[in-house]
């Protein structure tokens, strides 16, 4: 279901409800709060993706990285065992990483591979 069906749903469930979950029977309150839980969710992601681009996002966390390891960006480079100069450019928001980088960066950093996917 598309986020335009969603919403219709969810705003049927809305009226039918008529400003009191009573008015609904189990089913339909689950779906209520399954929709609404998606909604919202929905609206958080592109309000994140407006503000925090995914680069960023994965440059600050190598960038925390190496200060939690107390490791100079170079010495992070080895730990992943990237070229110098494209790891640069990570670090700098200048290139996106491909699956390969994440996979590197999520077995060797030990990394929630979960968080990777979502800003890659």
Do not use: W
């Amino acid at each position: 279901m598309d986020t335009e069906n969603n919403l219709s749903a969810l705003n049927a469930l809305l009226a039918k409800s008529k400003g009191d979950v009573a008015n609904l029977v189990s089913n339909e309150i689950i779906e209520l709060q399954r929709l609404a839980s998606k909604h919202l969710a929905n609206e958080f992601r592109s309000i994140a993706e407006k503000y925090y681009p995914k680069r960023p996002l994965i440059t600050a966390l190598l960038k925390e990285e190496m200060h939690r390891r107390r490791v100079s960006q170079y010495q992070l480079c080895e730990i992943l065992g990237m070229n110098a100069e494209y790891f640069n450019k990570i670090i700098t928001g200048k290139t996106k990483i491909g699956m390969k980088t994440a996979n590197k960066i999520r077995q060797r950093l030990g990394v929630d591979g979960n968080y990777i996917m979502d800003i890659v």
